[in-house]
């Protein structure tokens, strides 16, 4: 599975889909892989408006990557704010 082999590689995952939640197997390989997961808006935007996005949440994923086990997942939002998605 992608979610295992990105996880291993120590990488983040970045997606507009935000079902990784809610979903049994996506919520069971989040936490079984040990998994960080960012959701950023913009699914339905033009390729800079994703970008922007991105760029605002930068430094923030950062810090989050930086100070807290994984696995997570954070909702970022177009206001410019982290939520934590629970993964219980």
Known sequence: MWLEAVAKEGWIVLSHDRKFHTLLPEKSAVKQHKAGCFYLPGANDETWEKLRYFVR????????VSVIAKPFIFEFSSAGRFKVVSLA
């Not at 949440?57 to 989050?64: F, I, K, L, N, V």
């Open 57 to 64: 949440a930068y430094d923030g994923m950062s810090e989050r």
